[in-house]
């Protein structure tokens, strides 16, 4: 049986993209379909490659190709990404730039934001981390490059700072200009200029996403960034008490203002739950249960994960190596998902459709 081009993408016509709520031709999403005898083969272009819904858009597609199509078809469905932006004009090598924040210091911001973008690389992404966290850098620690200095190279007359790069990620602190240690007495002006600097002063290459750790709570810097680059979307790093909720609330309700107006990706709670080492399936709520969640409903955005409290989050960031690089541990499965959540809020919101999807 010799079957056509058009009969396979009429067949794929069939298969919804589920979060962007139209079928992956219309969309753009199928290339390089080839058929020959029996066998058809075709490539479908993910918006990322931490796409979570990528086993069940391939076996979509293989039962169209049975449904429509024919059931004996040898069919091979190579999936590939090319990750979406909004930005193409201001910042047309930075594809997104994530925001990851938080109310109240101390709930594990720079922990997430470092995994969150090594568990964004190990998905097959470009991805820059930046610390803006101009009161207390800690990405130089959790990577293990304190006392880095980043060199500095000329184009067109014009210097341009190169990021570090170390367990694939580029990186780029407000540490690397500090002696380890030494506190800055930053002021409003200076704030803003030093992290206008880290953004565009900088050789980032291409990138699909740059992290960005921001300080604690509401201030300069965001107004900064809201104001001055495309941000792609924040995500909000709260623990489980009522006082970091209540901060967290209002580092929401910053993101909402007319003059930010930064689409929230969603919440994630840090320290959800307590499992000590020697019992990993115990899982005890020091600090309360469900308030990431409620925080989640509260702003009506997706609850992206739930991190627990464990000594070897800690341990591996406190030896430049952070957890999700660590794939034997179970902690560094709910990283790897967190990523996946952010990755498609991205797309979500990059596809125009405002709906955010509540898993
Ligand atoms: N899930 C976790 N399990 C165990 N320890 C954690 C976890 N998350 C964070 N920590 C530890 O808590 C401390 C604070 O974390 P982190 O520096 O990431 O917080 P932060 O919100 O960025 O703080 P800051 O406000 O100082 O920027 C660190 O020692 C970190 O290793």
């Not at 008490?241 to 609330?249: E, G, M, R």
Request: proline share 7%; hydrophobic share 45%.
């Amino acid at each position: 049986m010799n079957y056509t081009k058009e009969q396979v993408l009429n067949a794929l016509k069939h298969v919804q993209e589920p979060d962007l709520k139209q079928d992956l031709v219309t969309l753009n999403m199928i290339e390089d379909i080839h058929v020959q005898g029996n066998k058809i083969s075709f490539t479908v272009i993910l918006t990322t490659p931490a796409c979570p819904l990528q086993a069940m858009i391939e076996k979509d597609c293989r039962n169209a190709i049975r449904e429509y199509v024919s059931p004996e078809a040898e069919v091979e469905v190579k999936m590939t990404a090319r990750v979406t932006t909004r930005n193409a004009n201001m910042f047309p090598n930075i594809k997104n730039i994530i925001i990851v924040s938080s109310g109240k210091g101390g709930v594990g911001k720079s922990t997430v934001a470092s995994n969150l973008a090594l568990a964004l690389y190990k998905k097959g992404a470009k991805v820059g981390l930046l610390d803006a966290d101009i009161y207390g850098p800690s990405i130089p620690m959790m990577f293990g490059v304190m006392g880095a200095r980043p060199d500095v190279k000329t184009e067109n007359g014009k210097h341009r700072m190169l990021p570090i790069e170390k367990h694939g990620i580029k990186l780029l602190s407000i540490g690397f200009f500090a002696t380890p240690g030494q506190a800055i007495p930053w002021r409003g002006p200076m704030v803003s200029s030093a992290v206008k600097q880290l953004f565009n002063d900088a050789d980032w290459g291409e990138l699909d996403y740059l992290v960005v750790d921001f300080p604690p709570g509401t201030g300069d810097i965001h107004i900064t960034v809201a104001q001055g680059f495309p941000v792609a979307g924040a995500v909000l790093v709260t623990t489980p008490q009522n006082v970091a909720l209540a901060d967290a609330a209002k580092g929401a309700g910053m993101f909402r203002m007319d003059a930010i107006n930064i689409p929230i990706l969603g919440v994630v709670e840090n320290m959800s739950w307590f499992s000590p080492a020697e019992l990993p399936d115990n899982k005890y709520y020091i600090f309360g249960k469900g308030g990431g969640k409620a925080l989640a409903e509260q702003f009506d955005v997706p609850l992206l994960g739930e991190i627990p409290l464990v000594k070897a989050v800690s341990d591996a960031g406190d030896t430049g190596s952070p957890l999700v690089l660590d794939d034997s541990h179970p902690v560094s499965g709910a990283f790897l998902e967190l990523a996946e959540r952010v990755a498609q809020q991205v797309a979500i919101s990059n596809s125009g459709i405002n709906e955010p999807v509540v898993n």
